[in-house]
């Protein structure tokens, strides 16, 4: 007796639509993260004045106004800035020549214009227009989406707290409209306060030095998807061909599928080289670097399949199919829901 093949292939039009109402998901999935403010760069170390009882003799206001970016590279962290920065202060208690001390955290001033003075109701106005380059505490862990959240500490090792404190609201600091392709304004903010230094020699010698500190914060929304496209679409493409290979029958063309599956995964790995190039250098996992665990996983289970020739039948092919679909849906609904801390 003859024993017929029985052929498993599965329809391609069922593919197709499972695959659509997946690749749909995973799009909107992704749109809606990418309308959300994702940032946690750690801000940098300051005491806030309302959290400690200090008494300063007088308050030196500052106002910052941002007129240009001239630089703005987030992977890199290299920031450039054209600024207006002014201090109000009492001059009988803090001179000129201490305010012109100040500087920023992890940056340098490139360029500083002479000193423009006035008198103000018996306190002096001055006025510098800086240029200064700086990097930033950044956390890259929702790479490809880059939503960055700038800080600008300024601070003054000449003036001590108990002489005088910096004083500045979110209306002191202006940020100019500039025009950085795919990137946004989307908020603000100014923490007054002090940074502590602690001097110890020989046990003899104990002393805490107290210095006026701001922090300007901006937050920057990032709405380009060409980060995305770049990482995303590909592992996309090589998860449909390994979705559309269990049309084929699988006893009639197995050591086709089980090449396809070989080379399905040798393309991933060559691809995690070029995904490697464009993410930042970080010591731990980023958003692409789950991304592509998750369609190596994928890769490796049907290449497991192929590989042990294990035969399926129709049905058990399309259970198959639709786990490998749910199990990509619900790994993007925990990374790009549930995972991140965002605001809306």
């Given amino acids: 007796m003859v024993k017929t093949h029985k052929n498993n292939s599965i329809h391609p039009l069922f593919q197709t639509i499972t695959l659509f109402f997946t690749l749909s998901v995973v799009a909107i999935l992704c749109y809606r993260f990418m309308n959300k403010f994702c940032a946690i760069d750690p801000r940098p170390p300051i005491q806030l004045l309302s959290e400690k009882k200090i008494v300063s003799k007088s308050k030196i206001e500052v106002g910052f106004s941002i007129n240009d970016l001239i630089e703005f590279n987030s992977v890199e962290n290299k920031f450039t800035i054209s600024a207006v920065i002014s201090f109000l202060f009492d001059p009988k208690i803090v001179p000129l020549e201490k305010i012109e001390q100040f500087n920023f955290e992890k940056g340098t001033i490139e360029s500083k214009s002479k000193v423009a003075s006035k008198e103000i109701d018996g306190k002096m106005l001055a006025r510098y227009n800086i240029k200064f380059s700086f990097n930033n505490n950044m956390y890259y862990g929702y790479f490809p989406f880059e939503d960055r959240r700038l800080y600008i500490v300024l ?53 805490e030095i107290l210095n006026p500190r701001i922090i300007f914060e901006i937050d920057y929304f990032h709405h380009s998807f060409r980060s995305l496209y770049l990482i995303l679409l590909p592992l996309l493409l090589i998860f449909v061909i390994e979705i559309f290979a269990f049309c084929v029958d699988q006893e009639k063309y197995r050591n086709t599928l089980f090449s396809l599956s070989v080379v399905d995964i040798g393309a ?40 042990t020739g294990l035969y399926f039948s129709r049905f058990w092919k399309k259970v198959i199919c639709i786990s490998l679909q749910i199990y990509l849906i619900l790994a993007f609904v925990y990374f790009l829901e549930f995972w991140p801390c965002c605001v809306c």
């Fill in 155 to 207: 601070d003054n090792s000449e003036i001590h707290l108990q002489d005088a404190a910096f004083k500045s609201s979110n209306v002191d600091l202006i940020v100019c409209p500039v025009h950085l392709p795919g990137w946004k304004s989307y908020d603000k903010k100014v923490y007054e306060g002090y940074i502590s230094t602690k001097i110890t020699l020989s046990n003899k010698v104990n002393e």
């Fill in 268 to 307: 991933l790995f060559a691809y995690r080289f070029v995904i490697q190039t464009i993410s930042p250098d970080v010591a731990y996992l980023t958003l692409a670097d789950y991304f592509f665990l998750i369609f190596l996983s994928t890769s490796f289970f049907t290449f497991f399949i192929n590989g």
